[in-house]
């Protein structure tokens, strides 16, 4: 119990509901990686075949389990979120600390560079770079996460300027303290978990953007995922019949769900983390 | 849509629509509806969606065989057509011809291009000897054989290399004619305007918008017929599933794509909806790059194709909507008579003959040949659902026999940049597999087969396989130059025999041709063979 009310101390209710919702996704698609090779791929049903007996959704256009494209897509959307996730908050991380303490040229530069990309449409960007480089999963990734830092490295820059003018660390500095080892031994501490909800929202926006990406039919339409399922439930006017309800359906709420989950723990956990809200709150 | 295609044949393709009291290819239109709907019989304006831009409409410029061509066939028109079976004359009063050598063709009087001015006879010498001098781009009517051509008051008469039984339907009923005092100033003709766009045609343009379409207006003063239709406009919606929503609300009156074979139904219960249908000849292949190893050797490519069961690709991926492709590529229905060829499938016969290429499975279970792993690629275009579902099967079949495929789907300009650059098959090309497809009038003469596989690149312009093989080449030549039909049937099936020995492509299937319209505004769509429903029958009360 103990464990449950320190979470929920440190999440919130809203917080806890999202983390339940993500260890469901999470435990789906790790089931999903337990499948055999080929889930998803092979033929097993009459095309079009409605819910029935070892076909709980029924099969696609091709005869395959949706069901199984489904869990399969679990994987695929949530370890593209992750990758995205963890390389966007490492660049954000990168770039955001040395524009905060790195001289000013390098600040200003680091920092006009940014608004120079966050003035570009970031999903419109992605469409683009996917088509030129193709659609593979690593490509994908890669793209994502050189798209989504700017607006992370931007709020970490802020937190790392923000942690610099503490009175401690001016003393630290006064008294000749290299700047490197002001960072890793007190600026961590508050920078630290602010990285949190930036990998938390990464990931969020990441899946969206591919699910996008994928239901316009630019992603690669031949592997599961969700934004694939819906591509061919779009192609297929499957929205005309009543296999909506178990075609298009279900990896419509999977996105939604994980998505959702994903948003209440960013906004639990920058809600108590990140100092001026936390100053916002309190006062 | 599907892949460019020269644009022979394609007025070819024209022509027949004809009513369906005429000419044995011409299917009625089948009105699918409850009885007692309305239908309209002519129309003020009628819209029709086409996929992509097809630039300004001259018979240069447009972009696609289908349904580019087509457009541009209602703007201008050749000597004359193909209607049904049969050639009609068009411009010209009638074809004479003793020995299939010496045409001559009187022509029509009274015929004024849109401008106002008088279609003579020099313009006819002048549209010949500017498509001699400009023989590019993908469409490009080759009038090499045309030895000589002279007028005398208003008849020409032109004079062949050698006697050509198909010249009227593959040469004369695809040469768009062009007006002199519009054309002689132009030497890019990439990049004619549309104030080129200027024939004796059924209808003018009007309006042209990259972003927004066409407007085509009736020619009120033509020549050889009455449009049942006032304005057509035509525009570009790129998605498939955007088409067919459009044309269920009515705004769009007809979509030039093939109806999805999941959608048939749910069109054919709609009112209002009608459906016209006739044998398509466009094609549906699997591309090998013959001029890369593995693929350079018959052997690997026949092992490939055995793997495949086209049957099975029309079963589940067009819901039976479709004929499986013959292995010599003609259609059953083509007016070259078609061999009736085995199929190739025989998933055990593949492994066989892998196994004595000396492929031995490797510890994944893919195959080893010459030291490197039986793992390709295959494009695909992403914008057509079949293709991409057929491709996702052809990689289950392959990996059955032990070779991996792995397939990227591209848009379609990103894919023809790789398989046939810049439309031009001298310049290479860069893949491994793709699927890839012809438009119908590929299917319609002899000749036309040829382009697919001669080595030369003039004689075979649509080579974009890159097929080398002397036995082929040699009875190429036979069928582009024999003097008569029989010798030319005969080398016909020599090489429809040697397609399927040397599998330069695998001919998966043909689609079935199928296109929906709104019956409440327009009814008259009418079937051609290798131009379906968007012809100058359609639309124009023919008077021939």
Redesign the interface.
């Known amino acids: 119990m103990t464990a449950l009310r320190r979470a929920h101390g440190l999440l919130g209710t809203p917080g806890l509901i999202g983390a339940a919702i993500l260890t469901a996704v999470v435990g789906v698609a790790v089931y999903g990686f337990l499948l055999p090779e080929g889930a998803g ?1 092979a ?1 097993v049903g009459t ?2 075949a409605p819910p029935g007996p070892g076909l709980p959704l029924g099969a696609d ?3 395959r389990d949706l069901f199984e494209q489904l869990v399969v897509g679990a994987g695929t959307s949530l370890s593209l979120g992750f990758l995205v996730a963890v390389a966007t908050t490492v660049i954000a991380a990168v770039v955001g600390g040395a524009a905060g303490i790195g001289p000013r040229w390098m600040s200003a530069t680091i920092m006009r560079g940014i608004d120079i990309m966050l003035i570009l449409p970031e999903l419109i960007l992605f469409i683009l770079a996917a ?1 030129f480089l ?2 593979a999963f690593g490509i994908r990734v890669a793209i994502l996460a050189l798209i989504l830092w700017p607006v992370p490295a931007r709020v970490l820059r802020a937190a790392v300027l923000t942690a610099w003018s503490r009175g401690h660390l001016e003393v630290a500095r006064a008294m000749g303290a290299p700047r490197w080892w002001l960072l890793v031994r007190h600026g961590s501490y508050l920078i630290g978990p602010l990285l949190i909800p930036v990998f938390v929202r990464t990931a969020m926006r990441a899946i969206l953007y591919d699910a996008t990406l994928s239901f316009l ?2 992603g ?3 592997t599961p995922s969700w934004g694939t399922t819906l591509y ?1 439930v ?4 499957v929205f ?2 009543e296999a909506w309800l178990w075609w298009a359906l279900p990896p419509g709420a999977a996105i939604t769900l994980t998505v959702l989950g994903l948003a209440l723990i960013g906004i639990a956990v920058e809600e108590r983390l990140n100092p001026a809200l936390k100053e916002a709150n309190s006062s | 849509m599907y892949r460019r295609t020269p644009r022979s044949i394609a007025a070819a393709g024209l022509l027949a629509l004809t009513l369906a009291a005429c000419g044995g290819n011409t299917a009625p239109v089948q009105n699918q509806g409850a009885p007692g709907q309305k239908t309209a019989g002519t129309a003020a304006s009628v819209t029709i969606s086409i996929s992509s831009d097809e630039s300004t409409l001259t018979p240069f410029t447009n972009q696609t065989g289908y349904p580019g061509d087509n457009l541009v066939n209602l703007i201008f028109d050749s000597l004359v057509t193909v209607q049904g079976d049969g050639i009609k004359p068009l411009l010209a009063k009638e074809v004479q011809t003793t020995d299939n050598k010496v045409y001559t063709l009187p022509l029509r009087s009274g015929v004024t291009w849109h401008d106002g001015k008088p279609f003579t006879a020099e313009d006819v010498l002048f549209s010949v000897d500017y498509y001699r001098e400009h023989m590019e781009g993908d469409s490009a009517i080759d009038v090499r054989p045309i030895e000589k051509v002279s007028a005398e008051g208003d008849t020409v008469t032109m004079t062949l290399k050698a006697p050509d039984p198909e010249f009227p339907r593959r040469l004369l009923a695809d040469m768009a004619m062009l007006p002199k005092h519009l054309w002689e100033s132009v030497t890019k003709v990439k990049e004619a305007g549309t104030d080129k766009a200027v024939g004796t045609g059924p209808f003018k343009l009007t309006t042209y918008d990259p972003s927004r379409g066409y407007t085509l207006t009736a020619n009120a003063a033509y020549a050889m017929g009455k449009p049942k239709v006032q304005t057509v406009k035509v525009v570009v919606i790129p998605e498939e599933a955007t088409q067919f929503a459009a044309l269920r609300t009515g705004e769009v009156h007809m979509s030039t794509r093939l109806v999805p074979p999941q959608q048939l139904q749910s069109f054919k219960q709609q009112p209002n909806i009608g459906i016209v249908e006739g044998t398509e000849f466009a094609s549906t292949l699997l591309a090998f790059n013959t001029g890369r190893a593995p693929f350079d050797k018959a052997e690997v490519r026949r092992a490939l194709a055995k793997a495949i069961d086209v049957n099975d690709l029309v079963k589940t991926v067009l819901l039976g909507q479709g004929t499986p492709g013959n292995p010599g590529f003609i259609h059953a229905k083509s007016p070259i008579k078609a061999d009736e060829l085995p199929p190739l499938f025989d998933p055990e016969g593949a492994k066989r003959d892998l196994d004595a290429l000396g492929a031995a499975p490797g510890a994944d279970g893919i195959r080893v040949l010459s030291g490197k792993p039986m793992s390709y690629e295959l494009l695909v275009q992403s914008s057509s659902t079949d293709r991409l579902r057929a491709a996702e099967l052809i990689r289950d079949m392959l990996k059955n026999v032990g070779v991996a495929v792995k397939i990227t789907s591209l848009d379609s300009d990103s894919l023809d940049a790789k398989v046939w650059p810049d439309y031009d098959v001298a310049q290479g090309r860069n893949y491994d597999m793709s699927m890839w497809g012809w438009s119908a009038p590929t299917m319609l003469s002899s000749g036309m087969i040829a382009q697919l596989v001669a080595s030369d690149h003039k004689d075979g312009p649509l080579n974009v396989v890159g097929f080398k093989n002397d036995a082929v080449d040699a009875v190429v030549k036979t069928l582009t130059s024999a003097p008569t039909m029989e010798e030319r049937s005969e080398a016909a099936k020599q090489l429809q025999k040697l397609l399927a020995e040397q599998v330069p492509f695998l001919t998966l299937y043909y689609r079935n041709g199928t296109y929906a319209f709104r019956k409440d505004t327009y009814d008259g769509w009418a079937w051609q063979d290798g131009a379906a429903a968007l012809n100058k029958f359609s639309l124009v009360d023919m008077a021939l």
């Open positions: 791929h033929r095309p079009y256009d091709l005869g088509a193709g659609q039919g630019l690669d339409p031949t061919w779009q192609s297929n006017g005309l019949s």
